[in-house]
């Protein structure tokens, strides 16, 4: 994947953190529910709980950029250049990883460490030490440096 460095701007990033954080503030203030993905789809795929509240805010995430491309500007252009297989079996460690961390980056990285939960601080900190990982043993040793 490569990040279209011309296209980022400082005001786009603070502008979706802030929206990352309302949404966020808004749904355990209103809703008294964390604004986990993994948990969220989960639910919907269950359809045991209250689901329509989580297929909201994931309908909210799917419209979000096509709100951004009418009315504020193109969306940067994204590119994988890693094969479909290593894609779904990258999709099946994360998968496998947020089972056994209880939780998603969203879930335990933007809403757990709000709520200084030292659970949420353990689970990031892995989430993080394992992608530095995976980076390193991926473009840097398989990839022959």
């Known amino acids: 994947m490569n990040i279209a460095w011309a296209s980022f701007t400082p005001a786009a990033a603070l502008a979706g953190g802030l929206l990352i954080g309302v949404a966020a503030s808004w749904l355990v203030l209103f809703n008294g529910r964390i604004a986990?993905?993994?948990g969220m789809l989960g639910g919907l795929l269950d359809r045991a709980s209250d689901?329509?509240?989580q297929l909201a805010f994931v309908l909210g995430l799917l419209l979000a950029p096509l709100l951004w491309s009418g009315l504020i500007g193109p969306l940067p252009a994204m590119q994988l250049d890693a094969p479909l297989p290593r894609l779904l079996l990258a999709g099946v460690l994360v998968g496998v990883g947020t089972r056994l961390a209880s939780?998603?980056?969203s879930g335990?990285?933007?809403?757990?460490?709000?709520?200084?939960?030292?659970?949420?601080?353990l689970a990031t900190l892995t989430f993080?030490?394992?992608?530095?990982?995976?980076?390193?043993?991926v473009r840097h040793w398989l990839n022959g440096g």
């Open 36 to 38: 986990g993905i993994s």
């Open 51 to 53: 689901w329509s509240w």
């Open 103 to 105: 939780g998603c980056t």
């Open 108 to 121: 335990h990285g933007v809403c757990g460490l709000s709520r200084l939960s030292p659970r949420s601080l």
């Open 128 to 137: 993080m030490a394992s992608a530095m990982l995976t980076v390193l043993v």
